[in-house]
């Protein structure tokens, strides 16, 4: 592939991938510099080509050594680089990384096209010689040096260069949200601290906050700072939400928790009996009565004393059931012991010897004088299941809530 071309998708591609950590490579001419070098730096090993002229000894030596297309088109010289840059970025207490990002997205650019062409490239050099390409088949790949086919990809990156504009601006995460805005994406934008704005039905005036801590105000559809006449969030013709109030009344521990498993604003909790809840800063907390704001998967857990009882006495009772039911396991075992033993005589009597017979006789009656008589316990755990089940039951009527829950659903 032509300069050019890497020069014009080394800009496509390493803008795209870097805007997945949020890294702009046109915010700054230096990152864009950077891009254009390391997008060209593997053909430093090449003497007419652009870079190769500029490090032309450098060119010289390594077309002469090695040739063109070798061990600078090749994974350890790709993480080399990238190994230097990041070296050279702590150097200068650069905290982001970003020129390390650059130059190993760049790199990889120029790499991943020259795979693109009939030849291939050594990528696994020196570890094999064996070259790779993209895609398999050789007529789907680039011929080099074929202008009508390099003008066509160019046209086609700078296109690409000129449509994802706004994703390289933005970055990828935001124009996401953007496509696909629900509560949690909504929750993510306003943490980053951006300024845009959020299309959503609610009824004016209604005050909503969120993890920030910050309260926000819903005023003519958009959501925006109290005291602030400044929108927030906005999404392009997203999903309308509103806020719903849930009435809770004796219900149990469970229950509530499968409705506070999802997002709400508020939720107002009380109970006859202490329960445990998120206290907001990590620990749990202990009371009959409790207000949580904002937040998701929350879990109440119900203290009452009275549960450490019913739970000793369950495991008594289970306890009981299973040894009633090992016993009668046991006694089944046995007799199937003697039957079996019983049934090896049978089957071995006429290969005895007369002595042999006369004793396996007298040991048959023994054994069947055994099985006839053999009583098997029969484990009786009828009553203690019906028991077992009333105690669940009323362990589950340990505890019941009432709570008013607010949260933030899709408008039908």
């Known amino acids: 592939m032509m300069g050019f071309n890497h020069l014009a998708g080394g800009f496509a ?18 990152r864009i510099a950077a891009t254009a070098f390391f997008a060209l730096l593997p053909d430093v090993d090449h003497r007419s080509s652009l870079i190769g002229k500029l490090f032309y000894p450098v060119a010289k030596y390594l077309d002469t050594h090695y040739g063109h297309r070798t061990i600078t088109h090749s994974f350890p010289a790709l993480v080399a680089v ?18 390390a990002l650059i130059a190993c997205l760049a790199y990889l650019s120029h790499l991943v096209f020259d795979m693109c062409t009939r030849a291939g490239i050594p990528f696994f050099i020196p570890f094999t010689k064996r070259r790779c390409v993209l895609p398999a088949n ?3 790949r680039l011929r080099a040096g074929d202008l009508r086919s390099e003008a066509l990809v160019f046209f086609a990156f700078i296109g690409m260069n000129f449509l994802c504009w706004d994703l390289y601006e933005k970055g990828f995460w935001t124009k996401y949200n953007e496509a696909f805005s629900t509560v949690m ?7 980053k601290g951006r300024g845009l704005h959020a299309r959503f039905k609610s009824v004016e005036g209604d005050v909503v906050t969120f993890q920030s801590g910050k309260p926000l105000l819903m005023v003519s559809g958009r959501l925006q700072l109290v005291s602030s006449d400044e929108p927030l969030l906005s999404f392009s013709d997203g999903p309308r939400y509103r806020i719903e109030t849930v009435s809770l009344v004796s219900v149990s521990a469970d229950s509530l928790n499968q409705l506070l498993a999802g997002h709400f604003i508020e939720a107002v909790i009380r109970s006859e009996e202490p329960f445990q809840y998120p206290d907001g800063s990590g620990l749990l907390a202990t009371g009959n009565s409790a207000t949580l ?3 998701q ?3 109440i857990q119900p203290t009452r004393k009275r549960s450490e009882q019913l739970t000793e006495k369950l495991f008594q009772l289970e306890a009981r059931i299973f040894e009633q039911r090992q016993e009668e396991k046991s006694s089944r075992l046995a007799l199937k012991q003697l039957e079996t ?3 090896l005589l049978m089957e071995g009597f006429t290969a005895m010897s007369d002595y042999e017979k006369g004793k396996a006789i007298g040991e048959l009656k023994t054994l069947k004088t055994k099985i006839e008589g053999f009583e098997v316990v029969t484990a009786d755990t009828l009553l203690l299941d019906r028991e077992r089940q009333q105690l669940l039951m009323e362990m589950e009527k340990i505890q019941v809530f009432d709570a008013v829950v607010r949260r933030v659903i899709k408008s039908p």
Do not use: C, G, W
Request: charged share 20%.
């Open 297 to 299: 998967h929350v879990t």
């Open 185 to 191: 994406h909504l929750e993510k934008e306003y943490q």
């Open 82 to 99: 990238t190994a230097m840059v990041l070296l050279v970025e702590n150097a200068l207490e650069l905290s982001h990384h970003a020129y």
């Open 341 to 343: 033993k019983r049934q």
């Open 13 to 30: 591609f390493t803008a795209t991938f870097a805007s997945f950590s949020d890294t702009n490579i046109f915010e700054t001419p230096e």
């Open 138 to 140: 050789p007529a789907m």
């Open 293 to 295: 704001t904002n937040s």
